[in-house]
Nanobody
Framework: QVQLVESGGGSVQAGGSLRLSCVTT????????MGWFRQAPGQEREGIAA????????YYSESVKGRFTISQDNAKNNMTLQMHSLKPEDTAMYYC??????????????RGQGTQVTVSS
């Protein structure tokens, strides 16, 4: 059974940093893409970062560009999201996704259960 497990969420003050991790278990292939999305209460899901394994290309939403960095480990099935200069509007549940469709790798594929990020002003 394929599982994606996120970790690293927490509570920080505005301007702080957090590092999220996503670990894949039970998958014998290499994800062709991995991504992060977030969802705040009452709001729509927002794709924020994605990385494509073979090309190494990365994509960021305008809301996080320049502040967040997505990366994969050597095994290519685990990834991190380094977040700097966090803002209160970054508060949301953060999810990782893998081997899905669309720019953010979200359509179908695999998803984790999420990790909460809370940024206070």
């Amino acid at each position: 059974q394929v599982q994606l497990v996120e970790s690293g969420g927490g509570s920080v003050q505005a301007g702080g940093s957090l590092r999220l991790s996503c670990v894949t278990t039970g998958y014998t292939y290499t994800h062709y893409c991995m991504g992060w999305f977030r969802q705040a209460p009452g709001q729509e899901r927002e794709g924020i970062a994605a990385i494509y394994t073979h090309s190494g290309n990365t994509y960021y939403s305008e809301s996080v560009k320049g502040r967040f960095t997505i990366s994969q480990d050597n095994a290519k099935n685990n990834m991190t999201l380094q977040m700097h200069s966090l803002k209160p509007e970054d508060t949301a549940m953060y999810y990782c996704a893998a081997s899905g469709g669309g720019r953010w790798c979200l359509d179908g594929g695999y998803r984790g259960q999420g990790t909460q990020v809370t940024v206070s002003s």
